[in-house]
């Protein structure tokens, strides 16, 4: 079956840096937007990033300027530079696969990363 593994979670301290990746398999990646999304407890999941298979960018205003998606189609690979990150970007990050083909939506999810800023 499908798997986006995602990995680059962590602590971090106010400021600083973390990069994510996701791994997909099993899906023809060039063929999917990926986005990255993120549940904070007691909030909803919300779109932090996307990236369309043509390499169009959008991102949450809550993250312009600091984060960066891009992806790598060979590597069938999507990632996510954060920086300067504030107390208010911990969550939990999933990874998303999205396309949609002869009228049928596919979507898919990873199982999360923790992102905690904290000092």
């Known amino acids: 079956q499908v798997q986006l593994v995602e990995s680059g979670g962590g602590l971090v301290q106010p400021g600083g840096s973390l990069r994510l990746s996701c791994a997909a398999s099993?899906?023809?990646?060039?063929?999917?937007?990926m986005g990255w999304y993120r549940q904070a407890p007691g909030k909803q999941r919300e779109l932090v990033a996307d990236i369309t298979s043509g390499g169009l960018t959008n991102y949450a205003d809550s993250v312009k300027g600091r984060f960066t998606i891009s992806r790598d189609n060979v590597k069938n690979t999507v990632s996510l530079q954060m920086n300067s990150l504030n107390p208010e970007d911990t969550a939990v990050y999933y990874c998303?696969?999205?396309?949609?083909?002869?009228?049928?939506?596919?979507?898919?999810w990873g199982q999360g990363t923790q992102v905690t800023v904290s000092s």
């Open positions: 998303h696969a999205a396309r949609r083909f002869l009228g049928r939506n596919y979507d898919y």
């Open positions: 099993r899906i023809t990646f060039s063929d999917y937007a």
